[in-house]
Structure formats: C-alpha cells, structure tokens
C-alpha cells in the first residue's frame, strides 16, 4: 500500500528576500517579506538604489534590519559588482544568477521595476541557481594576478619604445658625432646605465672639443668605470 504524506509548499518558500535588477547608475531593488499581522500574506517594497558605496552601504543596513535572507541580482556585466562585493561584506547572502536562467522563465516583464519584482519571486520560490563567485582571497589573488599581467604587458611596450628610440638616438650619434657625443655619453652615464658606453663616447667628444666641460664628463665616465670594476661582476 503506497505511503501518503501531506507536504507544505511553504517548506521552499525563502521568506526574506531581496532581488536587485542591476543597471550601470543604479539598482532596482525589490523586498519581499511576510505581512507583519496577516498570516499568509506578504509585503512588498520597491525603490531605486544609486550605484554608489555611501547608498549600497545604506541598502545594507537595512537590509540587514530587515532580516532578508538572500539577496540575488543578475550577472549584467560587471555592474553587480559593487552591489554584490559591498552587500556580501555586510554579512548578506548574496547570489549572482545568469540572466539567461531568469530569461528562460516564461512571463518574464521588461521593465526595470518588474524585473526585479520578478526576480524576487522566483528567487523566494527557489527557482534559480546561484552562479559562482570565487571566494573573497581568491578574488584578490585573481586582481593581483590580472594587474601582474598587465604592468608586465606595459613593461614590455615601454621597453620597446626606449629600444626604438635608442635605436635613433645612436644612429644620430653614428652620422653627427661631433654634435650629440657628449649628450649621448651622459645619456649612457646616467639614464642609460651602460658606463662602458659612455665612456667611449666621452673619450670621442673629448677629442672633438678640449672644453673644461668635455674634460669633466671625461673624468666623470672614468670614476663611473673604476666603481663598476671595484663592485665586481
């Protein structure tokens, strides 16, 4: 003989929730909760929240105050980030769903205020899955990595712009010697770090022009190269 059991559609029901339709400026965010006195009955609420931290913050706190248990938002770009960063940081339960989940529901509305209503239903009964958000460490290492990335990226086109530029300067020094000698050896000297360079370059202006400056970086170049071979490989 089959078992019977009478079950309550309330048991799935999550009674405190909050959805967030996210857009770039700002948030529509929509709170389901129970009726304070009518048993059965549910209070809804619905308000614009501006995409700042000082508003998300306040959403928080009241959030918070008013005891939502899930809060959920679509993933629309990277806009749900500081709703969902700064909420999760207040102690909230945060989910970030595919908007192709919500879209796939049928009777889905199209206004920013009736998507986020929407959104709340089906989050209140369970009819969405959370995507994955690595947890905050690994967020931050993930940061890391991407700024490593691309400092190593910039690092490279500056390297080959200098090494272009250089490439220029020493065919200038190549073709006018008598001109760009001595601003080429303290280039080398100095910028360049290469003394052996510079030192070679002194010593060719040095005999172009016998000038009390030309003898100075002369002697400048050769200390620099006494200091090279005192330190050692």
Same mark, same amino acid.
């Given at each position: 003989?089959?078992?019977?059991?009478?079950?309550?559609?309330?048991?799935?029901?999550?009674?405190?929730?909050?959805?967030?339709?996210? !857009?770039?400026?700002?948030?529509?965010?929509?709170?389901?909760?129970?009726?304070?006195?009518?048993?059965?009955?549910?209070?809804?609420?619905?308000?614009?929240?501006?995409? /700042?931290?000082?508003?998300?913050?306040?959403?928080?706190?009241?959030?918070?105050?008013?005891?939502?248990?899930?809060?959920?938002?679509?993933?629309?770009?990277?806009?749900?980030?500081?709703?969902?960063?700064?909420?999760?940081?207040?102690?909230?339960?945060?989910?970030?769903?595919?908007?192709?989940?919500?879209?796939?529901?049928?009777?889905?509305?199209?206004?920013?205020? &009736?998507? !986020?209503?929407?959104?709340?239903? &089906?989050?209140?009964?369970?009819?969405?899955?959370?995507?994955?958000?690595?947890?905050?460490?690994?967020?931050?290492?993930?940061? &890391?990595?991407?700024?490593?990335?691309?400092?190593?990226?910039?690092?490279?086109?500056?390297?080959?712009?200098?090494?272009?530029?250089?490439?220029?300067?020493?065919?200038?020094?190549?073709?006018?010697?008598?001109?760009?000698?001595?601003?080429?050896?303290?280039?080398?000297? /100095?910028?360049? !770090?290469?003394?052996?360079?510079?030192?070679?370059?002194?010593?060719?202006? &040095?005999?172009?022009?016998?000038?009390?400056?030309?003898?100075?970086?002369?002697?400048?170049?050769?200390?620099?190269?006494?200091?090279?071979?005192?330190?050692?490989?």
């Amino acid at each position: 003989m089959p078992e019977t059991q009478e079950l309550s559609t309330a048991e799935d029901l999550v009674e405190r929730v909050a959805a967030i339709d996210v !857009a770039k400026a700002s948030g529509m965010v929509c709170v389901r909760l129970p009726h304070e006195t009518r048993t059965g009955r549910r209070v809804q609420e619905v308000w614009n929240v501006p995409a /700042t931290t000082t508003a998300i913050l306040e959403l928080g706190h009241r959030l918070v105050c008013q005891g939502v248990a899930r809060v959920v938002m679509e993933a629309t770009g990277a806009y749900w980030k500081p709703y969902f960063f700064l909420l999760e940081a207040r102690g909230l339960e945060c989910w970030l769903v595919n908007a192709r989940d919500v879209k796939n529901v049928p009777g889905r509305p199209k206004t920013d205020k &009736l998507d !986020a209503v929407w959104l709340a239903k &089906l989050t209140e009964r369970g009819m969405l899955r959370p995507s994955f958000v690595p947890p905050k460490p690994v967020r931050q290492l993930r940061d &890391l990595a991407r700024l490593r990335a691309v400092l190593n990226q910039e690092r490279c086109r500056h390297k080959q712009r200098v090494e272009k530029i250089l490439a220029g300067y020493g065919e200038l020094v190549l073709r006018h010697p008598e001109a760009y000698a001595d601003h080429a050896a303290d280039f080398w000297l /100095t910028v360049g !770090a290469d003394v052996e360079r510079s030192l070679q370059l002194a010593l060719q202006n &040095l005999a172009f022009r016998q000038t009390a400056r030309a003898h100075a970086l002369f002697q400048r170049a050769v200390l620099a190269q006494n200091r090279v071979a005192e330190a050692g490989p």
